[in-house]
């Protein structure tokens, strides 16, 4: 489907492809113990994937991009699986660390848009991106170049990233990538997809830093995603895991999720009980008058 849409600083109208409909889910990473010898980044996703004949709890969103690095993934799958084969192509080529992470993964994500871009210069003209950026202006008409390079300047990777790892300090690092291209490291925690807002409140509200303990950033992580299912997208499966500085990569079995959930049942928000409003509580403004000023 196309809609039209008028480019104001060209002065045309043109025809745009509808956006995809992205069934966004929650990823949620969190750094512990940042301190100490063993820098922890507890890591939480849900395993919902969803379409438009219906939905399953069966999708692995934790990628694994090298021994140290890990990847967290929302959006579409075809998007996410083609750009983390280049992540991990560029993580394993380089030496990563908190010098160049960003550069390294900025790169992954510009070479999945000239891909993408490839695509569709191609599906239209039969010519490369690279032959059309040389020659495009002189082959095509003018309306049709200038078209076709708002399409290219429109095209964005229908998916959001994480990225976590530990650098050569064996410090934390916590990296948000999205589907501008637009690379940011981040500090204390980090989540994406539709319920990323709901557990990034959740996490504030918990006051959640970077020093804080491993146990209790384990149940702030974990009740960050419960919160997070208040999205209509987020699956109610949750898995658990933790990235140590040495490589270590644990996942919380069945008896610590058992465990977390009844901490949750105790701590978390509880339902509103039965409350009596006095009539005083309130004042009835149609009547009210203000004193007269002297």
């Not at 692995?60 to 690095?69: A, D, G, H, I, V």
């Not at 699956?235 to 009844?262: C, D, K, P, W």
């Amino acid at each position: 489907m196309a809609s039209r849409q008028y480019i104001p600083h060209r002065g045309y109208w043109r025809e745009v492809r509808e956006p995809e409909r992205r069934d966004m889910t929650v990823c949620i990473a969190a750094v512990c113990e940042e301190n100490t010898p063993d820098a922890k980044i507890i890591l939480a996703t849900d395993t919902k994937v969803s379409g438009a004949l219906g939905s399953s709890e069966t999708m692995l969103k934790n990628r694994f991009l090298s021994p140290s690095w890990r990847c967290l993934t929302s959006g579409s799958d075809t998007d996410i699986i083609a750009t983390v084969a280049l992540l991990k192509k560029h993580f394993r080529k380089a030496a990563v660390d908190e010098t160049n992470v960003v550069h390294v993964i900025r790169t992954a994500l510009n070479e999945r848009k000239s891909e993408k871009a490839n695509e569709l210069i191609q599906g239209k003209y039969a010519i490369s991106y690279t032959e059309f950026l040389a020659t495009g202006r002189s082959r095509l008409p003018d309306d049709l170049f200038r078209a076709a390079t708002t399409e290219v300047e429109l095209i964005r990777i229908n998916a959001d990233f994480i990225i976590v790892g530990h650098d050569s300090s064996k410090s934390a690092l916590l990296v948000e990538a999205n589907g501008r291209c637009e690379v940011a490291i981040k500090e204390d925690f980090v989540a994406i997809g539709e319920g990323g807002y709901l557990a990034q409140a959740s996490l504030l509200n918990r006051s959640h830093s970077y020093v804080d303990a491993f146990a209790e950033t384990l149940y702030a992580v974990y009740e960050a995603k419960r919160f997070a299912e208040g999205a209509p997208s987020v699956g109610r499966n949750t898995q658990l895991n933790v990235l140590h500085s040495n490589g270590l990569y644990e996942i919380v079995q069945l008896s610590g999720m058992t465990f977390l959930a009844s901490q949750y049942e105790q701590l978390s928000r509880r339902k509103i009980p039965t409350l009596k409003i006095e009539p005083n509580f309130l004042i009835d403004l149609t009547k009210w008058k203000p004193p007269n000023e002297t």
